[in-house]
């Protein structure tokens, strides 16, 4: 039992996520990067959305899906407050006051 938790904290340690004392996860991205994430989103799953379902299509296709894949990661990331790309590159945008414990 004890080599699948050295396995997985393994796991956790590549892919880059933070170490922390009891924690689940730390945030790192800062309030202004997490209300750009949430309007970009936003904004590009409606785009999408009206090229899919509206009769204005601004996308099309492929570029509507990647539209709406993309506006969902960016606005799921925002809400969170984790970005597991910054992560993997050791990137914060938030200082220390503002990451969550």
Same mark, same amino acid.
Do not use: H, K
């Given at each position: 039992?004890?080599?699948?938790?050295?396995?997985?904290?393994?796991?956790?340690? @590549?892919?880059?996520?933070?170490?922390?004392?009891?924690? &689940?996860?730390?945030?790192?991205?800062?309030?202004?990067?997490? &209300?750009?994430?949430? @309007?970009?989103?936003?904004?590009? *799953?409606?785009?999408?959305?009206?090229?899919?379902?509206?009769? @204005?299509?601004?996308?099309?296709?492929?570029?509507?899906? &990647?539209?709406?894949?993309?506006?969902? *990661?960016? *606005?799921?990331?925002? *809400?969170?407050?984790?970005?597991?790309?910054?992560?993997?590159?050791?990137?914060?945008?938030?200082?220390?006051?503002?990451?969550?414990?």
């Amino acid at each position: 039992m004890t080599g699948n938790f050295a396995q997985g904290a393994a796991l956790q340690s @590549v892919l880059g996520f933070p170490r922390s004392s009891g924690a &689940i996860l730390e945030g790192n991205e800062g309030l202004f990067d997490r &209300i750009v994430r949430g @309007v970009a989103g936003t904004i590009m *799953l409606v785009i999408s959305g009206a090229s899919f379902a509206g009769p @204005v299509a601004v996308v099309e296709g492929l570029l509507a899906v &990647i539209f709406a894949i993309g506006g969902g *990661l960016l *606005l799921l990331t925002g *809400l969170v407050g984790w970005c597991p790309a910054y992560a993997m590159l050791g990137l914060r945008t938030c200082g220390p006051r503002e990451s969550r414990r």
